[in-house]
């Protein structure tokens, strides 16, 4: 007989832990002085709590593989590192960048070197699961590498489409999280077919997660979101939101828009204020909402199908639906 799932919160109270007392014994410090930086600005852990959830439906020690689950999130942090050094941005969870703490080149050392810790990390696990956990890590590595490179190139075209869009914010997101439950049904000697179906859950909610993040840009509370709204705005990011509104907006309408986004000098709150109002009229609130419930819903399809218990199932279900509602 099985015990009963661990709890999110005490799964990520044991991932934050295991972090902490992550030993970083190589010299020179000054190479691991960022990689422990990073990885202490905390952050939600999703990525190592979906991959102890899941590995928790089948088997009862998800604690036996907190090192390749603390593996993925140093993989995560290190993305988030380098994308920072390319936005050139300033903060990060409230506190300064890598690049800004030290220097660009630091940023590229240490992140290069944190890609390594990485897979050093991810690779403690069974013997007998070392193949296709590797596996899968490293081609979802490579698509997350190719859904920056998408994001980039949507920055010089104006014609981006939803379906361009859905597939750059896959790779670029969504794959990690399915990657993190898959991994945990691996690790726990999972079925092909729950491994599988896990996996599509993971895309799934990773792609309602990410329209999410692109609603909380422009709707959020900045005092929750942690961070200054309308981001997105001002960089004529293509989001789903930016790329339906000129889709689906009046010809006056399509006019404002692109008077906004082709303006070089602007009042930063008066843009953000307008195209706001213009997502209003044209009703891109409510449809950003809908299309995160139909990916989250479309997601719950395949955690329905994973031949466990259903009882055993409603920690990862509650999980997700939490990560539903943050607004931040």
């Given at each position: ?49 979906l991959m102890l959830l899941a590995y928790n439906l089948f088997k009862d020690d998800p604690k036996s593989i907190l090192m390749p689950a ?101 790779l670029k997101t969504s794959v990690l999280l399915a990657c993190a439950v898959k991994i945990g049904a691996i690790l726990a000697d999972a ?115 994973v031949s466990v218990d259903e009882q055993r199932k409603e920690e990862l279900r509650q999980y997700t639906f939490e990560m539903m509602k943050?607004?931040?």
């Open positions: 007989m099985m015990n009963q799932p661990i709890p999110s919160n005490e799964l990520l109270t044991l991932v934050n832990q295991f972090i902490d007392a992550l030993p970083y014994d190589r010299k020179p410090e000054t190479i691991y002085a960022p990689i422990k930086y990073v990885l202490s600005l905390g952050g939600k852990r999703i990525r190592p709590v603390c593996g993925l999130e140093t993989y995560h942090n290190y993305t988030l590192l380098h994308d920072d050094l390319m936005d050139n941005a300033d903060v990060r969870r409230g506190h300064p960048t890598v690049h800004r703490k030290w220097d660009a080149n630091t940023a590229i050392l240490s992140g290069d070197s944190m890609l390594v810790v990485a897979y050093q990390r991810i690779a403690q696990c069974h013997p007998d699961k070392l193949k296709p956990v590797l596996e899968l890590f490293t081609e979802t590595a490579l698509e997350i590498g190719e859904g920056q490179q998408y994001d980039m190139d949507f920055e010089h075209r104006n014609d981006v489409t939803e379906d361009e869009y859905i597939e750059m914010i896959r079925s092909d077919e729950d491994a599988d179906n896990l996996y599509k859950f993971g895309e799934q909610i990773g792609l309602a997660f990410q329209l999410q993040d692109d609603l909380l840009d422009v709707y959020g509370d900045p005092k929750v979101f942690g961070k200054a709204i309308g981001g997105d705005i001002t960089s004529n990011k293509k989001t789903y939101m930016l790329i339906n509104a000129f889709q689906r907006a009046n010809e006056q309408q399509r006019e404002q828009l692109r008077r906004w986004t082709e303006a070089v000098d602007f009042d930063r709150e008066e843009k953000i204020a307008a195209v706001t109002e213009l997502y209003n009229q044209i009703g891109i609130r409510e449809l950003c909402e809908q299309k995160i419930n139909e990916y989250f819903q479309e997601g719950v399809k395949y955690l329905d199908r943050r607004q931040r």
